[in-house]
């Protein structure tokens, strides 16, 4: 999970102690870099951090629970139906939403994809700073996504057009041979390293938008809502963002749920 310097920013702002919590297990760095025939051009003033995302999810639940939520685990929710007599239910399942797809009419729902193909790896190649690095072959062009995590793991994501996904034969690719030849592209990057894979297949990127962002006692938020393209490396702080927001919403017209959403959707609609 990335975070930029100005997401870290805000998070400080809206909430000391969960920044205060994340911040000793961040992996930090000044700038970025593009790496282009070869060329490294580093790019001052953007700074980032990084964390693995299990561990993330693993802070904020020590967090959530010394704040007095009480969490919940290995119980799947077949339909949002479950929750009708809540006064509150907030989607923050992702692109998958169940709470969305079960009443995508009611929240004017768009699913689309775009044609660009993505697979997502780890590297014990530990990287300076978050990089974007081009490589090309006879099949065409490839772009990696790389930034270390952790002091000693990186994230590796692959990306190439359509054409190029086929004509490199990725379609007929087991998870071994795809990484074999992804490791060929990249030889010059991961200096020996192997790419580690984690239920890693070729992806296409999910457009999800929603006309409206509450139906009922129900509201979406984070991916649910809409998704930001993984090369601004804002999904997750959109979807903090979003949290903060609601709350304050909420802080605002004490109980009356519908003006809260109303309030929600004032305050985050412009910067969304």
Not at 29 to 54: C, M, N, Q, S, Y
Not at 179 to 204: I, M, Q
């Amino acid at each position: 999970m990335v975070f930029s310097d100005r997401a870290l920013e805000f998070l400080a702002a809206d909430d000391q102690g969960t920044y205060d919590h994340l911040m000793p297990h961040m992996e930090a760095w000044p700038d970025i870099k593009i790496v282009h025939r070869d060329e490294h051009i580093p790019i001052d003033g953007t700074g980032f951090a990084a964390i693995g995302r299990l561990q993330l999810l693993m802070l904020l639940q020590e967090r959530a629970r010394d704040l007095g939520v009480e969490i919940a685990f290995e119980h799947a929710i077949a339909s949002p139906d479950e929750f009708a007599d809540a006064d509150l239910v907030v989607g923050a399942d992702g692109v998958n939403s169940v709470l969305r797809r079960g009443h995508e009419k009611d929240f004017g729902t768009t699913v689309g994809q775009l044609d660009n193909r993505f697979v997502w790896y780890g590297t014990g190649q530990v990287f300076d700073c978050l990089t974007l690095t081009f490589r090309e072959n006879a099949d065409g062009v490839f772009c990696a996504h790389h930034y270390r995590y952790s002091p000693t793991m990186s994230t590796f994501l692959v990306e190439c057009d359509a054409p190029t996904w086929r004509r490199a034969g990725f379609e007929a690719m087991d998870d071994a041979a795809t990484r074999a030849y992804c490791e060929t592209v990249f030889a010059p990057d991961l200096d020996g390293h192997a790419l580690v894979s984690n239920k890693s297949v070729w992806r296409n990127f999910p457009l999800i938008w929603n006309d409206r962002w509450s139906a009922g006692n129900r509201v979406l938020m984070g991916d649910a809502l809409r998704t930001a393209h993984f090369s601004i490396g804002s999904g997750t702080r959109l979807a903090m963002e979003d949290a903060i927001a609601l709350h304050r919403a909420l802080g605002e017209v004490g109980g009356d749920v519908s003006a809260a959403f109303a309030r929600y959707e004032e305050i985050r609609r412009p910067p969304v």
